[in-house]
């Protein structure tokens, strides 16, 4: 295995990791599919569409998001946002990662 | 094709593979954000969507059976743990199968090319595609250990076992002596079974039937009644120290090839019953014993470890 496959499979990993925080909280409000990749792309975590939007559904069967379909300035779109479990969890996975993410600023510091 | 039909034709791929409740709900949702994905893109290169920009664009997005898989949660039929004990035994079971199969199958007197040939097609068909069952019992085996790990998790717990530990404990033990003093009692002189069976009152013919030729009794019979009965002060031994030592195992090991060779030896004699049906199944059988015990000393020394750090030898003299 290359250096550059060794590095794109582990980036992956790590993408991976920080997905469905990344997408808990950006739904505080309600957003549709495709205004959410927006969210995360233009904050820095472009995310692909055909991951994206399955995830959408199977954090609403897992019962961390609800969701409607509504027409606003366009044709009909499923709004997604947090219910009251997904808030719990979006507060639980957001201490967990600031833990987390301390350690590893702590392990990376070149002395 | 443009590129609406492009979408309509992907949306369907992928629907079709999702449950039916869900299915219309979500295609409706999926064609709306690629067809404004798609609108993006050609904003983007400042040219109209069409189906060549439609195709790229989905191509990225994913097989539908990929994308389809993504809508539901992950299936683990067999546990990524057992991925690899799931393959070895598959490989080591069907080259079992097809490896007596061809026996049983080139046992029989072969003449010329062709009965060879219709030999190797009988093979193919009753032993190699019937076979498929071996695979398919494994994969219900695995599926039915991840399926308990999974709803019961705390009952698979790892639990130290001591070296040398005995299932079943001294009380196994006593039962494989106890077994092992009948088996050299019926060694001795399989009638006997007739007789504790039927009171002595058994067809002659059964009598004939269990009946030793002269020359296994005085030749090869001996040799087997020795070796099987070098286990009992082994197994008393065993049960005295409550588990097996290094020891016994190696003296069990050591008997149990020794065993292995005198069967092997008695199948190629001269027969072991006057009456040819009872020679040719307790011969069957003896293989059958030979195969059985092999496959297990091979397991135990496919499990043996010794720590032991690789290339200690050039590390220290380099």
């Given at each position: 295995m290359g ?5 794109g499979?582990?980036?992956l990993?790590l993408?991976r990791?920080v ?7 950006q739904?505080?409000g309600?957003?549709y599919?495709y205004e ?5 792309a ?7 569409e055909?991951?994206l939007y ?6 609403e069967?897992q019962?961390?998001?609800?969701s409607?379909w509504?027409i606003?300035d366009g044709?009909?779109?499923r709004?997604?946002?947090l ?6 969890l ?8 600031k833990?987390?993410n301390g350690?590893m ?7 | 094709?443009?590129a609406?039909?492009?979408i309509?034709?992907y949306v369907?791929?992928?629907?079709v ?10 295609a ?17 290169s400042?040219r109209v969507?069409d189906?060549?920009m439609?195709i790229?664009m ?6 539908p ?10 299936l683990?039929?067999?546990?990524p743990?057992?991925?690899?004990a ?5 490989v080591?079971?069907l ?12 046992g029989?007197?072969?003449?010329s090319?062709d009965?060879f040939l219709i030999?190797?097609?009988?093979w193919?068909t ?9 695979p398919?019992a494994l994969?219900?085996y695995?599926a039915i ?8 998790p705390?009952?698979?717990?790892w ?6 530990h ?8 006593v ?7 009948l ?6 002189e ?10 002595g009152?058994a067809?002659?013919a059964a ?8 020359a296994?009794r005085h030749r090869?019979?001996v ?6 009965a070098?286990?009992?002060p ?5 049960i005295?120290a409550?588990r097996?030592t290094?020891l ?5 090991t050591?008997?149990?090839l020794?065993?292995c060779?005198?069967?092997?030896w008695a199948?190629?004699?001269g027969?072991i019953f ?7 199944m307790?011969?069957g ?5 030979i195969?059985l015990?092999l496959l297990?000393?091979g397991?135990?020394?496919h ?7 690789d290339?200690?030898?050039s590390?220290?003299?380099g």
């Open positions: 250096d550059s496959d060794a590095f499979k582990l980036e990993e993408r990791g997905l469905v925080l990344a997408t808990l909280s739904l505080r309600q957003r599919g959410l990749r927006q969210a995360l233009a904050k820095g975590l472009p995310i692909e055909g991951t399955p995830l959408l559904r199977r954090l069967t019962g961390v998001l609800d409607e509504k606003e044709p009909p779109r709004y997604y946002s219910n009251a479990d997904g808030r719990k979006l507060k639980k996975l957001t201490d967990s990662w833990g987390m350690a600023d702590r392990l990376l510091e070149e002395d | 094709m443009n609406n039909d492009v309509e034709a369907n791929d992928v629907a593979q999702l449950p039916r409740k869900q299915r219309n709900d979500v409706f949702e999926l064609r709306a954000l690629l067809n404004e994905e798609l609108q993006a893109r050609a904003d983007g400042g969507a189906a060549g439609a790229d989905l191509q990225a997005f994913g097989q059976a990929e994308v389809a898989a993504r809508y539901r949660p992950t683990v039929v067999i546990d743990v057992d991925g690899h799931f393959v070895r035994l598959t080591i079971g080259l079992v199968i097809w490896t007596l199969g061809l026996i049983a199958q080139l029989a007197p072969i003449q090319a009965q030999a190797l097609g009988q193919w009753k032993t190699v595609i019937a076979s498929l069952w071996w398919g994969a219900v695995f250990a991840a399926w308990t790990r999974r709803r019961w705390q009952s698979q717990a639990k130290p076992v001591a070296a040398g005995t299932p079943g404990g001294r009380a196994a033990l039962m494989g002596l106890v077994g092992i003093a088996g050299l009692f019926v060694l001795t399989p009638r006997w079974v007739l007789d504790a069976f039927w009171g009152n067809a002659p009598y004939e039937a269990l009946t030793y030729t002269e296994f090869e019979g040799v087997l009644w020795l070796l099987v070098t286990n009992i082994l197994l008393a031994a065993a005295v409550g097996w290094t016994m195992r190696r003296v069990q050591a008997g149990s020794a065993t060779a005198a069967m092997a199948v190629a004699g027969p006057i009456r040819p049906a009872a020679d040719s307790t011969k059988l003896m293989v059958l014993i195969v015990t297990e000393l397991i135990r020394l499990r043996n470890v010794k720590p032991t750090p290339n200690m030898g590390r220290l003299t």
